[in-house]
C-alpha cells in the first residue's frame, strides 16, 4: 500500500518567516495529496489539496507544489502567523478503483515564535 | 452549518470492557471513514462506508472492532473486550460524494484511553 513520510518532524519559525514542509509517498499511482491542520484536541482540517494533473495550487498564504518524478509534494506557509502553529499532516491515495482510504504521514509541528 | 459530531469526547475502559463510540457525519454526506489516530502519529484508517454499505474493513487492527452504519447516516464502532493497545483517538469524517478526493470533513475525536 501508499506509504507517506513527513520531513522535518519539527519545525520553528520566526513570525512573518515562511515554512516548508516536505512529503514523499511511494505509489505512483497516487492521484490527489490533501493536507491537514490539526490543532490541540480538535480533528484535522483540510487546508489545502492538489491533484496529480496540476503542479501547484495557491490559496492566500497557502501553497501546495507537486513533483510526481520525484514523488513528493510541499506545503508553503508564508508571512506565518502565531496562528499558524499546529501539527500538519499530509496525505496520498490514488483515486478511484474502490480505493476511498487516505495514507496520512506522522504529522509535522510547526511552531511560529512571535 | 453543523460539523461531524462525535461521541462521547473522552472514554475511560478497563481492560475487557466493549465500548461504542458514536459519529453523526455532516447531513446528506454520502461517504463516512473511521480512523485511529495513536499519540503522536498521523490517522490510520479503519472502515469506510457509502451509505449504509461497508466497503472497506481492511484495517480495522482485529475482529474486535466492529462497525456499523444501518440507515446510512449515523455510525457506530465498537469495540469488544478492549485492550490496553486500542488506546487512541478515534476519528470520523464524512464526505459529501463517494469520489476519495471529495474533501474530508473531520470530527474532534473520541480519546479512548483504557486502563
Known amino acids: 500500500g501508499e506509504n507517506v513520510e513527513q520531513h522535518p518532524s519539527t519545525l520553528s519559525v520566526q513570525e512573518g518567516d515562511s515554512a516548508v514542509i516536505k512529503c514523499t509517498y511511494s505509489d505512483s499511482a497516487s492521484n490527489y495529496f490533501p493536507w491537514y491542520k490539526q490543532e490541540l484536541g480538535k480533528g484535522p482540517q483540510l487546508i489545502i489539496d492538489i491533484r496529480s494533473n496540476v503542479g501547484e495550487k495557491k490559496d492566500q498564504r497557502i501553497a501546495v507544489t507537486l513533483n510526481k518524478t520525484a514523488k513528493h509534494f510541499s506545503l508553503h506557509i508564508t508571512e506565518t502567523q502565531p496562528e499558524d502553529s499546529a501539527v500538519y499532516f499530509c496525505a496520498a491515495t490514488t483515486q478511484g478503483g474502490g480505493n476511498n482510504r487516505l495514507a496520512f504521514g506522522k504529522g509535522n509541528q510547526v511552531v511560529v515564535i512571535p | 452549518g453543523a460539523g461531524v459530531s462525535q461521541s462521547p469526547r473522552y472514554k475511560v475502559a478497563k481492560r475487557g470492557q466493549d465500548v461504542a463510540l458514536r459519529c453523526d457525519p455532516i447531513?446528506?454526506?454520502?461517504?463516512l471513514f473511521w480512523y485511529q489516530q495513536a499519540l503522536g502519529q498521523g490517522p490510520e484508517f479503519l472502515t469506510y462506508f457509502q451509505n449504509e454499505a461497508q466497503l472497506d474493513k481492511s484495517g480495522l487492527p482485529s475482529d474486535r472492532f466492529f462497525a456499523e452504519r444501518p440507515e446510512g447516516s449515523v455510525s457506530t464502532l465498537k469495540i469488544q473486550r478492549t485492550q490496553q493497545e486500542d488506546s487512541a483517538v478515534y476519528l470520523c469524517?464524512?464526505?459529501?460524494?463517494?469520489?476519495?478526493?471529495?474533501?474530508?470533513?473531520f470530527g474532534n475525536g473520541t480519546r479512548l484511553t483504557v486502563t
Open positions: 447531513s446528506g454526506h454520502v461517504s
Open positions: 469524517a464524512s464526505s459529501l460524494e463517494w469520489q476519495v478526493n471529495s474533501p474530508l470533513h
